[in-house]
């Protein structure tokens, strides 16, 4: 996904109120700015580090500027909208990028389905096979601390996220395909894995979806001001 206007570049002073934050622009000019991310944005909003912003010209919008890519002091690419996993997970599905997820006729958004009222982000489904559950999840969380590149989901407890994976069991019990795939939108990382450190019962609840057959499936891809697209499957 190409952007269609040129991102602005900032320096950051501080995100705050979750959906906020300040930033210098390039002429000195200290601004407000709308954060599309509710989750601790770990290691993605440190005060200094590079930020790259979508204007909006709409006059209903009180702030101007979105928050889209974080540049680290480390290099690192990070797209922090997180409506982009699910965007772009759509581009990589019809495009044949998701290789596991080809061969349904039909790609439906945001399905109501399970026992705990959730929604799936995407339902596909074919008259010849069972219909695929798709969960995304946006990994931005990165172990500075590990060479290899180790990203970890979630970045701070998550009771919906909890959800999601015992509806995704449950739909396989009755003999659908389920599946959480991660949109790794952080340059860093290379491999993926639950953070049990973090949210101890996700992490249990992870281990026990993968028994179920729960399938887990990990894309990276391209990060920088001028695109973001998934690309290649990661562990």
């Known amino acids: 996904m190409k952007y269609e206007q040129k991102l602005i570049k900032a320096t950051l002073i501080k995100r705050y ?12 000019t200290i601004t407000t700015i ?11 909003a440190e005060p200094g580090d590079t930020v790259w912003l979508m204007p909006n010209d709409n006059p209903k919008r009180k702030y101007k500027l979105s928050w889209e890519i974080t540049q680290t002091k480390q290099n690192h690419f990070i797209c922090v909208n997180t409506a982009r996993a699910n965007q772009l997970t759509e581009i990589a599905i019809n495009d044949g990028t998701i290789k596991e997820l080809q061969g349904y006729s039909s790609l439906k958004r945001e399905v109501n389905y399970g026992d705990e009222k959730s929604k799936i982000d995407f339902l596909l489904t074919d008259d010849n096979k069972p219909d695929c559950y798709v969960e995304v999840k946006s990994c931005t969380l990165l172990d500075e601390s590990d060479t290899r590149g180790q990203g970890y989901f979630p970045d701070t407890t998550t009771i919906r996220g909890q959800k999601h994976l015992r509806e995704l069991m449950h739909m396989k019990q009755l003999g659908y395909r389920s599946v959480l795939l991660f949109a790794v939108l952080h340059t860093g990382i290379n491999h993926v894995k639950a953070a049990s450190h973090i949210d101890k019962k996700y992490g249990e609840l992870f281990e026990e979806a993968k028994r179920y057959g729960v399938e887990v499936i990990a894309y990276t891809g391209i990060i920088s001001p001028a695109e973001v697209l998934l690309k290649n499957k990661i562990t």
Do not use: P, S, W
């Open 17 to 28: 109120k979750r959906f906020l934050a300040d930033v210098t622009l390039e002429d000195g």
């Open 34 to 44: 709308y954060c599309a991310n509710t989750g601790a944005m770990t290691g993605c």
